[in-house]
């Protein structure tokens, strides 16, 4: 299993940007995907999950900002994001597991990053 992320890139504060993230070299249904993000001098931190099952789990720090959605047709994830912040800016990376009980921070499969960048 592969999982490809795409959408990050520079926005302005306030602005809104939307990240994807398809799984793919797989026909098994990926059980929960979700996104993390790492800044700068700092650990992975969680963003939000979504099971097959429709369950959505968000970090308190991006509830009401940020929505994750998904396809699962298309083992595919999103997270759009608005209002962005300065803060915001990290690499954020897309992660899954079949196990939608998976911790995140085991979860087994991990995509190679995208950087998003809010200017103030």
């Known amino acids: 299993v592969q999982l490809q992320a795409s959408g990050g890139g520079l926005v302005q504060s306030g602005g809104s940007l939307r990240l994807s993230c398809a799984a793919s070299?797989?026909?098994?249904?990926?059980?929960?995907m979700g996104w993390s993000r790492q800044a700068p001098g700092n650990r992975r931190k969680f963003i939000a999950t979504?099971?097959?099952?429709?369950?959505?789990y968000y970090a308190d720090s991006v509830k009401g900002q940020f929505t994750i959605s998904r396809d699962n047709a298309k083992n595919t994830v999103y997270l759009q994001m608005d209002n962005m912040k300065p803060e915001d800016t990290a690499v954020y990376y897309c992660?899954?597991?079949?196990?939608?009980?998976?911790?995140?921070?085991?979860?087994?499969?991990w995509g190679q990053g995208t950087l998003v960048t809010v200017s103030s």
């Open positions: 979504a099971t097959t099952g429709g369950l959505s």
């Open positions: 992660m899954g597991d079949l196990d939608p009980q998976s911790s995140w921070q085991t979860f087994e499969y």
């Open positions: 070299k797989t026909r098994r249904s990926i059980g929960v």
